[in-house]
């Protein structure tokens, strides 16, 4: 038997209805033909069918262009504390599963795929910090980010703070503030701790580093990456904090060099090898990549038989995806010409936008125009604590792809 609806109801179309049946949580504005009973921003609503078939219940956003995000398909769900304690517990055990009990460091919510829709949430040691970027999550925190932290603590996890970090443009098409800050009274003095991944040790600024702080989603691709590095002379470009280059490094490479445009994150990681005791294998090149490629390949010699592009998503939209290919196959095309036969190669892509197929024609491209073939040794997504929806096509987004070049 079904439970009483006492959520407002929103009409779907047949359009926005099959979207739904095909098993997508979004519900786009375009999509709500009328909706009956008082709304306010961020509640619980209803969608149905024109014919009313009970579709879902969702989080309302009357502001962006995804008007409901579902939360739930079953009617007789109640949305209380103990509905999201359940679904935090899942998402926990889960993560503990798959990644063997390596949850030193680990993104512990991952949005949708969590049904938690807009919210993202990362461990780094003891600190969690989060990003939230739908009114319905916004709305929801006060409950749910001690909830979160009572789930781990339970499970024996040291949980000191909870650091936010929705300083992202995007909150503003949710009609959301930007703010960054601790959540709560209760946190450590500073923002900056450290984590262990893969045996490197790395400092996690979680106030000023890259989006929360550190990029999880490549941990077993820095793994692969460290498998083929012993004896290599390695060139890590876009190298970020250094994780890829210490990856190569520990992995026994004859030298890394790690190449960023930010000083900042230059800094950040040669103090990351000093932690690590790689030095003396490593030097740093704050450098733009653009310009680093073509100026080593105008020297005429092949300095490095081991080259990694981990550049950020060069596009964030599907208006300009294609000027984004163009840049992917600047970069990959200059580094593929500074490679050896023989010679090995990391590339990836981060954005959604850039659709496998494209990224790969991309890359057949670049290795015709540099009259050379690719040997695929591995093809990549990211980790598993990242985990991908095959109805929500917005969760597969890295494409990680390792050659050798013949």
Not at 126 to 144: C, F, N, R, Y
Request: a neutral charge.
């Amino acid at each position: 038997m079904k439970a009483q609806r006492d959520f407002p109801k929103f009409i779907i179309t047949a359009k926005g209805t099959r979207w739904v049946g095909q098993g997508h949580p979004w519900i786009y504005a375009a999509e709500v033909l009328r909706s009956e009973g008082e709304t306010q921003n961020g509640c619980l609503v209803d969608a149905v069918s024109e014919k009313g078939k009970y579709l879902g219940t969702g989080f309302l956003s009357q502001s962006s262009k995804i008007r409901i995000r579902l939360i739930s398909r079953n009617a007789n769900d109640k949305f209380d504390e103990a509905f999201w304690r359940r679904r935090i517990s899942y998402a926990w055990d889960y993560r503990k599963t798959v990644m063997g009990g390596d949850t030193g460091c680990c993104r512990v919510i991952f949005g949708e795929a969590d049904g938690f829709p807009g919210l993202t949430v990362d461990k780094f040691s003891d600190i969690l910090v989060t990003q939230t970027l739908s009114v319905g999550m916004e709305k929801l925190k006060p409950m749910l980010f001690p909830l979160i932290a009572d789930v781990l603590r339970a499970d024996g996890q040291k949980i000191s703070g909870i650091f936010e970090r929705n300083d992202v443009k995007i909150r503003e098409l949710e009609g959301l503030e930007q703010n960054k800050g601790w959540f709560g009274s209760e946190h450590p003095e500073s923002c900056v701790t450290e984590i262990c991944e893969n045996g490197i040790y790395y400092s996690v600024d979680v106030e000023n580093g890259q989006k929360t702080g550190f990029f999880l989603d490549q941990k077993y691709n820095r793994l692969a990456v460290a498998r083929l590095a012993k004896g290599k002379r390695v060139l890590d470009c876009f190298t970020h904090t250094g994780s890829f280059a210490l990856n190569a490094a520990m992995g026994g490479a004859e030298h890394v060099t790690a190449v960023d445009v930010s000083e900042s994150a230059i800094e950040m990681a040669r103090k990351n090898a000093e932690r690590n005791l790689l030095s003396e294998r490593m030097d740093f090149i704050a450098a733009n990549v653009f310009d680093l490629l073509p100026e080593l390949e105008s020297k005429g010699n092949k300095p490095y038989d081991f080259i990694i592009l981990d550049p950020p998503a060069f596009t964030k939209s599907r208006k300009t995806v294609h000027s984004a290919e163009r840049g992917y196959k600047e970069i990959n095309l200059r580094a593929l010409r500074l490679l050896p036969r023989g010679g090995y190669f990391a590339t990836c892509s981060c954005s959604h936008f850039m659709p496998s197929e494209l990224f790969v024609k991309m890359l057949r491209s670049a290795a015709l125009d540099a009259g050379v073939e690719l040997r695929q040794i591995e093809a990549r997504q990211q980790s598993p604590d990242h985990p991908i929806l095959w109805n929500v096509p917005e969760t597969d987004y890295l494409k990680f792809y390792i050659f050798q070049v013949v």
